[in-house]
């Protein structure tokens, strides 16, 4: 892997926004693909890396757990568990919890003896102890709790009959979808309006590729799409208040700065009691301005934005401002 | 430590898995022994699905699976039985030939027989050994206070974990010790069961084909029906093959239980690849002479019918022989 | 599997331990064309599917057994509603069968304030939302749990 930088571009001067930002583009192209490989491991990009572990913790952390609270104060239809998911979300507690202690052992710890656990988190003054199985030892129930810890959403598919289905979740930051309308559909259900998946099929062999994985096991994938401002709610619920800058944001003049390359690291992991199969969704915002900052970032970012088919930009949401993107980002 | 020691490496079944120590070895039956395994450093093992098995290498060679028996609720030891088969390959004489002390390789537990998470009662139905997942369901189910019910079919004197069946199920438990007794309390179990009800079945593949159709015949469809189906969700290791790479002019042996695309790696040959598990499709192959056996999700089967590319994370060869443009 | 013996449930006129078929028809929906294969068969009549009809289905499946069978007929939204609440006993898509009225409305769920709206209108024209005004664009999304299509404020990005 070669890596090609201006000479006059200093990498360590780079803020950690971009040094760590899991920009998605290998090539001057996309499409759909199953495009999967095992967690855990960094991803090297032209100026930093991701990846390394399953959760992770950035100078974002409290500004966005307050937004979430925020988002699920004003909308509780953004959390729910269908009743037979209730072991399903403690197995995610004691399985993230313990990761999070192992990935930061500076500022989180996690102990265990039967069911009786203790959280601490020095990044909240936090220091709880809460029972396994208990919905009522901890605040608000366990993935309420879970979401003022971790900046990712959740969503757990439940396996049964050789379907996947979508049976619980705290979606807070749904990038064009509603979280609240799609709970206790199908895999296949869920994906129903995505162009081009069922003519290639993406769907199912996905689906096939997750039910085979076995409990423990933890893999990725990155989804991108744009965002205008730095939002990370755009839900189908609050459509009527971000949808009209999509109207507008080709003509405005700070549009380097407000319109964002959005980046969602998936995490899949089969959790170990349940067999359900946990979907971490975990938004990164990159604007315009900032991408320009990597020559290599802006020519593959500009070229793909050219170069994507029709449907797959109305799709996105982004066709009526992705040559204005495409053109800045290319004049360079 | 005892004379059975730790084979010299890890069966690529048991590969990534744990070294355990047996630390208790003991009789059900004259013909089962159940037996305790413990991580070493005394650490927690991971959880698991009940209704898993565990796979045990034993000797050099061999691997078997086994059911774990426990809730698999954060388990700080996993517990298997294994009946003795005195003309079998040799892995249930090998397991029973263990003592407290020993070391053993495993695999992490693997899943096959998960409990519906929708069912309001479990009815369980086990013949012989076959008590063992079920077992784990049955605590499963005590656990996350849903109600279970077990018909456990056993020949006099020979049935395991008969106690601890009892304790936990009490009255949910109808004990059989012959065929008519068994179908008459079968029939009347599957006739009497609310809608919430899934059933679980394990023991001898006869047994377990007739307690499904006995079933459906009574309109259970399949979507209710589970029965226990050793390593059905992996894959099985394959026979060795040669592949021949023709660009490289090097010739190398695939051995059985490792993948060609492992083996290209150890030759020193880089293969794009991400997620090594046939669905990604980074990781394809041209292939110029012999017929691959496809295990992938990401060729289409008309691709898979020309047979001119393959995936080598997942996919061998129907021929002794591969060719590879490589 | 009849007992002339044991007393019919409560409200529901069905034995405990039916295992028959249970027939449930709304509105004008009509479920004798079809066979049961002269297996035991209780019918119920329902003028929509109101909280009290689907409590009387809730607790017809409550008494019954593995192995009934559920027949629905009438307009589209209240077999669905009917379907998600069998679902919700226990019940599997193969032991139901749906038969939907051509031509019926369509529940579109408006996720601005969460109500549903009922139309008679194809997927990708607009209605108005009876709960908050909202005229919504309708899509094809649907949910067999809320019974709906999803909706959303039409013509936002056309804005100034």
Not at chain 2, 87 to 90: F, K, P, S, Y
Not at chain 2, 276 to 282: L, N, Q
């Given at each position: 892997m070669s890596i090609i930088i201006d000479?006059?571009?200093?990498?360590?001067?780079?803020?950690d926004r971009i040094r760590r930002f899991p920009f998605p583009f290998s090539g001057d192209t996309y499409r759909y693909s199953a495009n999967v490989q095992p967690a855990n491991n960094a991803a090297a990009t032209d100026v930093g890396s991701w990846g390394a572990g399953v959760i992770d913790i950035d100078e974002f952390y409290l500004d966005e757990l307050a937004d979430r609270d925020r988002i699920l104060r004003r909308d509780p239809s953004r959390m729910q568990v269908l009743p037979h998911m209730r072991p399903a979300v403690w197995d995610t507690v004691a399985t993230l919890l313990p990761t999070m202690a192992e990935e930061n052992p500076d500022i989180m710890s996690f102990h265990r003896e039967g069911n009786n656990c203790r959280w601490q988190n020095k990044l909240q003054n936090l220091d709880v102890e809460f029972t396994v199985g208990d919905d009522d030892s901890l605040p608000d129930g366990p993935l309420r709790f879970l979401g003022t810890q971790i900046q990712d959403d959740i969503v757990l598919l439940d396996i049964r009959d050789n379907t996947m289905w979508l049976d619980a979740g705290l979606v807070s930051f749904a990038a064009d979808w509603s979280f609240g309308f799609d709970v206790g559909m199908s895999f296949m259900e869920i994906h129903h309006p995505v162009p081009r998946v069922k003519e290639e099929n993406i769907i199912s062999r996905a689906e096939q590729f997750l039910m085979r994985l076995q409990p423990g096991e933890q893999f990725r994938r990155t989804n991108w799409t744009m965002t205008i401002g730095r939002r990370l709610d755009t839900s189908t619920e609050t459509y009527p208040e971000w949808g009209p800058d999509r109207g507008t944001i080709?003509?405005?003049?700070d549009m380097p700065d407000k319109l964002h390359l959005r980046v969602e690291v998936q995490h899949l992991i089969r959790l170990p009691h349940t067999g359900v199969l946990l979907f971490l969704i975990r938004s990164y915002l990159l604007p315009l301005r900032d991408i320009a900052q990597v020559p290599t970032w802006r020519e593959k970012f500009g070229n793909v934005l050219a170069e994507l088919p029709e449907d797959m930009a109305e799709y996105k949401g982004i066709i009526r401002y992705r040559k204005a993107a495409s053109d800045w980002l290319l004049a360079g | 430590m005892t004379v059975a020691a730790l084979p010299i490496s890890p069966h690529p079944a048991v590969d990534g898995g744990l070294q355990l120590e047996v630390t208790n070895v003991s009789p059900q039956t004259d013909s089962i022994v159940s037996i305790t395994l413990a991580d070493p450093s005394g650490r927690k093992l991971p959880s698991y699905v009940p209704g898993s098995h565990l796979v045990v290498q034993y000797g050099g060679e061999g691997v078997n699976a086994y059911s774990l028996t426990g809730s698999g609720n954060d388990p700080s030891e996993y517990t298997i039985s294994v009946l003795r088969v005195e003309?079998?390959?040799?892995g249930s004489m090998a397991m029973h030939r263990l003592t407290a002390g020993d070391h053993v390789y495993v695999s992490r537990p693997r899943s096959a027989f998960a409990p519906a998470s929708t069912a309001t009662h479990h009815l369980l139905v086990a013949a012989g050994i076959g008590i063992t997942p079920v077992l784990s369901h049955a605590r499963a189910a005590a656990d996350h206070g849903t109600t279970s019910s077990l018909i456990y079919v056993y020949r006099p004197g020979a049935g395991a974990h008969v106690d601890e069946a009892r304790e936990l199920l009490g009255p949910a438990l109808t004990e059989c010790s012959n065929r008519d007794s068994f179908q008459t309390v079968l029939t009347e179990q599957l006739t009497a069961q609310g809608v919430g009800t899934h059933l679980y079945v394990c023991g001898p593949i006869p047994f377990m084909d007739a307690v499904l159709d006995h079933a459906r015949e009574l309109g259970w469809p399949s979507a209710r029906l589970h029965s226990e189906a050793f390593g059905a969700a992996e894959l099985d290791e394959g026979e060795p093959f040669m592949v021949n790479l023709v660009r490289s002019g090097l010739r190398l042996e695939v051995p059985a239980g490792v993948s060609l695309l492992d083996t290209l790696e150890k030759a020193g040959k880089s293969v794009p690849n991400m997620c090594?598990?046939?669905?990604?499709?980074?990781c394809v192959l041209p292939v110029l002479r012999g017929v691959p056996q496809h295990r992938d999700l990401y060729l289409t089967d008309q691709e898979k019918a020309e047979n001119t590319t393959m995936m080598c994370c997942v996919s061998r060869s129907e021929d002794p022989e591969l060719e590879l443009d490589l | 599997m009849r007992s002339a013996s044991m007393p019919p449930a409560a409200g529901t006129g069905l034995e405990p331990g039916f295992r028959g078929v249970i027939c449930a028809s709304f509105g004008t929906g009509d479920t004798a064309k079809l066979h049961s294969d002269g297996q035991p068969k209780h019918d119920f009549r329902f003028d929509a599917a109101t909280p009290e009809a689907l409590s009387q289905l809730r607790s017809a499946l409550g008494c019954s057994k593995v192995g009934v069978r559920l027949l629905l007929a009438g307009p589209t939204p209240d077999i669905r509603a009917a379907a998600a609440v069998a679902a919700e006993c226990g019940l599997q898509q193969e032991e139901m069968t749906l038969l939907s009225e051509e031509a019926a409305p369509r529940a579109i769920y408006c996720p601005h304030c969460h109500s549903t709206t009922t139309t008679l209108r194809v997927a990708g024209s607009e209605v108005r939302c009876k709960g908050c005004g909202t005229n919504l664009t309708t899509t094809?999304?649907?949910s067999r749990r809320m019974g709906a299509y999803l909706g959303y404020q039409a013509h936002v990005e056309e804005a100034s």
């Open positions: 000479k006059d571009m200093d990498i360590e001067s780079l803020p080709a003509n405005d003049p | 003309e079998g390959a040799g090594r598990k046939g669905i990604c499709g980074e | 094809d999304h649907f």
